[in-house]
C-alpha cells in the first residue's frame, strides 16, 4: 500500500539497502520497512555453500586423468561480493546467480596447476600434496578473497585415470605380483633343495 513493503531477513543472510546508489542499511537478520519505489535491496545468503565438481585434466606426463571433489565456501565480505555481483532482491527472491561456477572455475585453474607438476602414479598414491596446493592457491588474495569469499573446506574424493591407463597399470602391477611369487617359489625350492644336500 502506497509503496510500503516490509523486508526480513534470516540470521544467516545479509541485507543492504540501497537509496540514491547509497547503502542506509545494511546487516544480518534485519526486519524494516520500506518505501519501494526509492529503494533497493540487495540479499547475500552468508550460510556456507557446497559446491561439487568433476573436472578432466592432464597430468605431467600427458595422461588424462578425472577428479572429482567438493569445495565448501562462505561469504567473508558481502558489501565486496555485492559490488562484483547481482544480489538484488526480487519478488521471487534472489538468484545466486554464477558465484558456484566461478568458485568451481577457480578450483580448476588451482587444479590445473597442481595436476602439471605431477606424475600419474605420484597423484594415485599421493592427492593431500595436491590438495594442500590448491587450498594455498584458493586462499591468496587473488583467489577467493578478491570475491569476498573464504574457503571453508576442500576434498578430493577420488582421481581415475582413463580405463586404459587403468588397465595398463594394473597389469604392470600384476605381473610384478605374480613374479616376486614365482621369485618365491625358486627360493623355496632351492632352499629345500640345500637342505637336502646338507643331509
Known amino acids: 500500500m502506497f509503496g510500503i513493503r516490509y523486508a526480513k531477513a534470516s540470521p544467516t543472510t545479509y541485507l543492504i539497502q540501497y537509496r540514491n546508489g547509497h547503502p542506509v542499511r545494511e546487516g544480518t537478520g534485519l526486519a524494516f520497512f520500506y518505501f519501494a519505489p526509492a529503494a533497493s535491496l540487495v540479499s547475500i545468503p ?104 573464504e574457503l571453508v573446506s576442500l576434498a578430493i574424493l577420488a582421481i581415475k585415470p582413463t580405463p586404459e591407463t587403468a588397465r595398463a597399470l594394473e597389469a604392470t602391477i600384476r605381473e610384478q605380483i605374480l613374479k616376486d611369487a614365482d621369485d618365491a617359489l625358486y627360493r623355496r625350492r632351492n632352499a629345500a633343495i640345500e637342505q637336502e644336500r646338507a643331509i
Not at 562462505?74 to 561456477?101: C, E, I, T, Y
Not at 605431477?118 to 587473488?142: H, W
Open 46 to 149: 552468508m550460510e556456507s555453500v557446497d559446491a561439487p565438481f568433476m573436472f578432466r585434466e592432464v597430468s605431467a606426463d600427458f595422461q588424462e586423468v578425472t577428479v572429482q571433489g567438493q569445495i565448501s565456501y562462505r561469504v567473508a565480505d558481502p558489501k565486496l561480493l555485492a559490488s562484483l555481483m547481482n544480489f538484488s532482491l526480487k519478488a521471487n527472491g534472489v538468484d545466486p546467480g554464477k558465484l558456484p561456477q566461478r568458485v568451481v572455475n577457480a578450483v580448476q585453474v588451482q587444479l590445473r596447476s597442481a595436476l602439471q607438476g605431477q606424475r600419474l602414479q605420484d597423484l594415485l598414491r599421493e592427492s593431500g600434496g595436491m590438495v594442500r596446493a590448491v587450498q594455498d592457491g584458493l586462499r591468496r588474495v587473488d583467489g577467493l578473497p578478491s570475491l569476498g569469499l
